[in-house]
């Protein structure tokens, strides 16, 4: 417990602290003016910061909505038809997921390079959309499954159309499992915007949170407190969301992964 | 009904309708690349053009020492990072499972290194590790266990183990939490039993829990196994591999000669040695998934 949080509570604490006193050896354990100044301060420091905060949502949102589009009808499917290649197809999915986009790099960048892709949206995008799809999948196959196809039978019998059904009865049934996946991609994709965002793109104005913090390490002494205070605001968002969600994703998650 | 309506048939033909959008957009984003990658690690392909070389890359590649060394480096630290992931998440699941006062709060409290975005847990941790200021070093040099500053990423050894536990520290809630909903998928009437029997908590833990939950055990060390070998921010961000090579594995190295220097061939070679080795562990894992759904299906 110690081992897991003591790395939050100090970069809050070290956040708080006026830089002198963090720049002191040995470490003091103790400051006796605390405050909110790094968060003020470090807008200034990290002159992109609203723009990085901006671009890890962008990404995030258009990331997760694409994801969306391409599993629904693919878990659908899954869901309700037999057809060959069914479980091996789903099984492809599972290794997938085990591979590193590390792997895939290489020819990814050379084909982002022809198309002139290179340093835009779409090259931290793309990639990004593809490591999402299979898990996703294989959540809301699980959510569709629960829905009776009984009530789909019944409304074929009266007469519904595929449209329809699709519309009026799993729709409205599927929102939860909608929202869930939906909400797996958008902290799936926000937490993975770095491989590909340090490989793909270079220029400031396009860069995510994560990498653009990274490449302030690089230059500059650091200045500590800001940096925590900013990497703070960088967590915020999927920390807000996972905690009034954990308990769905975490029970789909391990379902899926586990019993299958 | 449904299926007597349609015929089976224009039935396969609207699934894989459904399907074919995220399939093809695999096969382009995921497919391809990987047999581009094949392909490209018998050229000297770089920023400049490529010529088909055969094997020179690969014949390089084992006969350099320095390489033979990554992947046993790769594998030792693979093994004491999962393990200990495991031996850690096995004991908190068993305190989380517990009757304890509080224990909700704690099943969320120990996942933010999960969800958090690994590269910014990381900058974290660079400033844990610093080595004038941070305040390991500084709890060490308190305590007198350290004599003056050191910087923990700054020796090969040290390196060697602060990479291991920060990359401990963002797997084990994963591990965690898959265990305790393992535990919770107990029968409870075998614990009643066990009790009637009058079988201790440590009996009941090595008799029923262990036993019961070992098929989760053993895929979650496959998958970890897996994650771990992947795992490329942590180490990156920290060290970039150094110092001198001393914590560059396979995933580090592989990145460096391909996107650090451009040579794509070299890199390709790397890849495909990477991809061979995970093909492997999902393999085993797929296999392994597969025996125990055939069990549970027979129950």
């Known amino acids: 417990m110690i081992f897991i949080l003591l790395p939050f509570v100090e970069m809050f604490y070290a956040s708080l602290r006026p830089l002198d006193h963090l720049f002191r050896s040995p470490y003091q354990f103790y400051s006796d003016d605390l405050s909110f100044w790094a968060y003020r301060e470090m807008w200034n420091t990290v002159p992109m910061l609203p723009r990085y905060i901006f671009n890890s949502f962008f990404l995030a949102s258009v990331t997760s909505i694409i994801t969306l589009l391409f599993v629904i009808p693919a878990a659908y499917s899954y869901a309700r038809f037999k057809f060959p290649f069914k479980n091996s197809s789903l099984y492809i999915l599972l290794a997938i997921n085990m591979f590193s986009g590390a792997v895939l790099l290489i020819p990814l960048y050379k084909v982002l390079r022809t198309f002139g892709l290179l340093n835009t949206y779409q090259a931290m995008i793309v990639p990004g959309v593809a490591f999402l799809i299979p898990t996703a999948i294989w959540l809301l196959k699980s959510y569709f499954e629960k829905i009776p196809i009984d009530l789909e039978e019944a409304a074929f019998v009266d007469g519904a159309s595929r449209v329809q059904i699709l519309r009026h009865i799993i729709a409205p049934l599927s929102t939860p499992g909608l929202v869930v996946v939906g909400i797996y991609a958008f902290i799936g994709s926000y937490a993975q915007q770095f491989l590909f965002a340090i490989t793909f793109n270079q220029k400031k104005e396009y860069m995510p949170i994560p990498s653009g913090l990274y490449e302030f390490i690089g230059y500059t002494t650091v200045k500590w407190n800001e940096m925590m205070a900013a990497s703070l605001v960088g967590i915020a968002p999927v920390l807000i969301i996972f905690l009034f969600l954990q308990k769905y994703i975490v029970a789909g998650l391990t379902s899926g992964a586990v019993k299958n | ?299």
Request: glycine share 8%.
């Open chain 2, 1 to 299: 009904m449904n299926k007597k309506l349609k015929s089976y048939t224009t039935q396969t033909y609207i699934a894989y309708a459904l399907i074919a959008p995220a399939a093809l957009y695999i096969i382009l984003i995921v497919a391809w690349p990987l047999l581009e990658t094949i392909r490209l690690s018998f050229t000297n392909s770089s920023l400049a053009g490529e010529d088909y070389v055969g094997l020179e890359n690969y014949q390089k590649m084992f006969s350099s020492k320095k390489f033979n060394g990554i992947v046993t480096r790769t594998f030792v630290w693979m093994f004491f990072s999962v393990s200990l992931k495991l031996i850690i998440g096995l004991i908190g699941a068993v305190l989380l499972n517990a009757n304890l006062k509080g224990r909700s709060i704690f099943r969320v409290l120990v996942m933010p290194p999960w969800v958090v975005p690994i590269a910014i847990g990381m900058l974290g941790w660079l400033w844990l590790y610093n080595g004038y200021f941070g305040i390991i070093a500084g709890v060490g040099m308190r305590t007198g266990i350290l004599d003056g500053p050191f910087g923990f990423l700054a020796y090969k050894q040290s390196a060697f183990i602060s990479t291991i536990i920060a990359d401990v520290w963002v797997g084990t809630p994963m591990v965690t939490v898959f265990f305790l909903a393992a535990m919770q998928g107990v029968p409870r009437d075998l614990y009643e039993a066990a009790y009637c029997d009058g079988a201790s908590r440590w009996d009941r833990f090595f008799k029923i829990t262990l036993p019961q939950i070992t098929p989760v055990i053993i895929t979650m060390s496959l998958l970890s196994a897996i994650w771990t070998f992947n795992s490329f921010e942590i180490i990156w961000i920290l060290t970039e591999g150094g110092p001198r090579g001393s914590t560059t594995t396979l995933i580090i190295d592989t990145y460096k000669q391909a996107l650090g220097n451009y040579k794509f061939g070299r890199g390709a070679a790397r890849a495909v040695v990477v991809m061979i080795l995970l093909m492997l562990f999902a393999g085993f894992y797929l296999a392994l998934l597969a025996r125990i759904n055939k069990k549970i299906s027979h129950e």
